[in-house]
């Protein structure tokens, strides 16, 4: 089993740049994946395969990735980008989530 | 449109049993991996289970072996979940939801809305 770090919170101002970091060993070798979730909803996915973006999800979403840690950055952030957002990574067999950073919009 | 449907949810008390459902529309169910994904109250996401598409792979988190099992039933487009000899850890939202897979990586694209699973005498 491994972990996935991330901090517990970040708070942004509107139309600035959120950036939330997730760490583990294992991100060299696989791939990470990103959720939003909102109060009393379900995730929605948001990146995929470190730096894919689902149809739908607005362009200021984007990923990166750089060794042990990957990143979600939300530029020109808005009111409604405030919510959970989750780190997630796989094996063949093993399903990882990070513990969650909460998004705050000032 | 995808839908995932929740269902099975409710109070149950320790060591007992819980079968959750889940009914899948919209896609073609039987070329899906699927999985169950719990989230305790104010906590975070944690992986419960995957099902390949034919059922023939399953894989647990180490805290339901021997106590969850995962089932598919593609014929009516879906998804279950036995629980047995439930523990008050286990209190939780079960999300359904709609597996991308391969040899090495695997991720949700569709979650259902979730079913609460509470344990408590």
């Known amino acids: 089993s491994y972990e996935l770090t991330q901090p517990p919170s970040v708070s942004v101002s509107p139309g600035q740049t959120a950036r939330i970091t997730c760490s583990g060993d294992a991100l060299p070798k696989q791939y990470a994946y990103w959720y939003q979730q909102k109060p009393g909803q379900a995730p929605v996915l948001v990146i995929y395969?470190?730096?894919e973006r689902p149809s739908g999800i607005p362009e200021r979403f984007s990923g990166s990735s750089s060794g042990t840690t990957v990143t979600l950055t939300i530029s020109g952030v808005q009111a409604e980008d405030e919510a959970d957002y989750y780190c997630q990574s796989a094996d063949s067999s093993e399903v990882v989530f990070g513990g969650g950073t909460k998004l705050t919009v000032l | 449109e995808v839908q995932l449907v929740e269902s099975g949810g409710g109070l149950v008390q320790p060591g007992g049993s819980l079968r959750l459902s889940c009914a899948a529309s919209?896609?073609?169910?039987?070329?899906?991996?699927m999985s169950w994904v719990r989230q305790a109250p104010g906590k975070g996401l944690e992986w419960v289970a995957n099902i390949k598409q034919d059922g023939s792979e399953k894989y647990y988190v180490d805290s339901v072996k021997g106590r969850f099992t995962i089932s598919r039933d593609n014929a009516k487009n879906s998804l279950y979940l036995q629980m047995n000899s439930l523990r008050a850890e286990d209190t939780a939202v079960y999300y359904c939801?709609?597996?991308?897979?391969?040899?090495?990586?695997?991720?949700?694209?569709?979650w259902g809305q979730g079913t609460l699973v509470t344990v408590s005498s």
């Open positions: 919209g896609f073609t169910f039987s070329s899906y991996w």
């Open positions: 395969k470190d730096s």
């Open positions: 939801a709609r597996g991308q897979y391969s040899s090495s990586w695997c991720y949700f694209d569709y």
